[in-house]
Every structure is written in structure tokens, then in C-alpha cells.
């Protein structure tokens, strides 16, 4: 594989799917962006990422829905989704973590510490190669 890994991001508000693919692909990842859960669904079928970004809040189906999905599937159980969201209260990170997220990551993202945020739960995770790759 090269470069640090692939990346699906699931966010269907387009300024922060260029901000995020921006940031990340500065910092050497490969990144594919689905705006819905569906989306989604179909890029993990095709191309199983290191990680998942997942907001909260999308259209039709809600990201924390659609992680219980990912964790309850074993052909996508292993993948770390970590939640971005502009959701900032008191028991939305629990929420999340409860959903099977790996970790939150709350927006708007800090450009400076992104990648760092973003590797940490890549470099944490001990499945990490035992998915099948591109």
C-alpha cells in the first residue's frame, strides 16, 4: 500500500469534504468522500479504508446509525470510524462511543492538528493491515 493508508470520509457538506480531503492528502493519505450512507455502504464494498470519518449528521440515515451498521458487520467490523462532528455537548461523545466509535473529533477541525488527531487513531488501532486493501 503506499502512503500512510486510505481514508473514507462520510460528511455530506462538500466545503468540509474539501478541507478534510485537503488536509489529509497533505499529510500522505489517500482519501475517498461519500456524502450518505449510502455512498457509504458502496465504497466499503469496493474499497475497504484504514479508517472511517464519520459525521453525525447526514441525510437520510445519521452516521451514528450507520457505524452500528459498520460494527455489526464482520466484513467491516475491524475498521476504526471516528466521529467528526460539529456536535460539541455534554454526551454527544459518549453517544458516539457508544455507537462503536473509535474516538470523536469535533468540528470545525484545527488544520495544525488534524493529521496528528487522525494518525493517532491509525497508529492505535491493532487491526490495522488485516483489512483487505486496494
Given amino acids: 500500500m503506499t502512503g500512510k493508508g486510505l481514508i473514507l470520509v462520510v460528511e455530506d457538506n462538500e466545503a468540509n469534504q474539501m478541507l478534510v480531503r485537503a488536509v489529509l492528502e497533505l499529510e500522505g493519505y489517500r482519501v475517498e468522500l461519500a456524502g450518505s450512507a449510502d455512498e457509504a455502504l ?16 447526514l441525510p437520510g440515515e445519521d452516521g451514528l446509525s450507520l457505524t452500528r451498521r459498520i460494527k455489526a458487520d464482520p466484513a467491516t467490523c475491524a475498521i476504526p470510524v471516528v466521529a467528526l ?5 455534554t454526551g454527544d461523545r459518549e453517544l458516539a462511543l457508544n455507537a462503536g ?3 470523536y473529533i469535533s468540528k470545525p477541525i484545527d488544520t495544525r492538528t488534524f493529521g496528528l488527531q ?3 487513531y491509525l497508529v492505535d488501532n491493532p487491526n490495522r493491515g488485516r483489512v483487505v486493501a486496494l
Fill in 118 to 120: 487522525v494518525t493517532q
Fill in 42 to 57: 458502496e465504497q466499503l464494498r469496493d474499497s475497504p479504508p484504514d479508517l472511517i470519518l464519520m459525521d453525525v449528521q
Fill in 85 to 89: 462532528t460539529a456536535h460539541a455537548m
Fill in 101 to 103: 466509535c473509535a474516538g
